[in-house]
Nanobody, 124 residues
């Protein structure tokens, strides 16, 4: 059983940075495709960034490209999300997700494991 636990959220001002972490238990993170998703109140869950299980070629949503970076931390068996130049529209509950299939995916339905999430609020 794979368990994901996120941390690092908080309240920041526009232009600030935050680093989210997702610690993986039950499986080595390098054998999992990992993704970050977010959901704001009244909106659907949306893709943020992902990294496939066998390679470190990442992909990100256009809305965060150039500002957010997903990375794998094998030493901590975790995946992180570095968020720079935050905007109020980045405010949401951020979720870490994992999949065992090869390839990278931006579809939440293709992720079998989910964490409880961490809240990020960006004030203007």
């Amino acid at each position: 059983q794979v368990t994901l636990v996120e941390s690092g959220g908080g309240l920041v001002q526009a232009g600030d940075s935050l680093r989210l972490s997702c610690v993986v238990s039950g499986r080595t993170v390098s054998t999992l495709g990992m993704g970050w998703f977010r959901q704001a109140p009244g909106k659907e869950r949306e893709f943020v960034a992902a990294v496939p299980r066998t390679r470190d070629i990442t992909t990100a949503a256009d809305s965060v490209k150039g500002r957010f970076t997903i990375y794998r931390d094998n030493a901590k068996n975790a995946v992180g999300l570095q968020m720079n130049t935050l905007k109020p529209e980045d405010s949401a509950h951020y979720y870490c997700a994992a999949r065992t299939n090869f390839g990278v995916s931006a579809q939440s339905s293709e992720y079998a494991y989910w964490g409880q999430g961490t809240q990020v609020t960006v004030s203007s």
